[in-house]
């Protein structure tokens, strides 16, 4: 865990807070998400004052990489 709750994610290091967009089906992704030792769960039990909202949405606009 780096501090002050930062993550690493494709060698970048971010600090919160974090928002994460997706596309896919709706469904498959939420049930990826709250897996058992998926991803929040992994989270919730390394952040202490973690905490998550799920949002579905039909469209979402991302800017190009």
Not at 5 to 26: D, R, Y
Not at 30 to 58: C, H, V, W
């Amino acid at each position: 865990t780096l501090p002050g709750g930062q993550i690493v994610l494709n060698s970048v290091i971010l600090s919160p807070p974090f928002t994460f967009e997706a596309v896919g089906e709706k469904a498959t992704l939420k049930q990826a998400l709250e897996a058992p030792r998926g991803i929040l769960d992994r989270m919730n039990t390394s952040y202490e004052e973690f905490s998550f909202t799920l949002e579905e949405k039909d469209r979402i606009e991302m800017d190009k990489v």
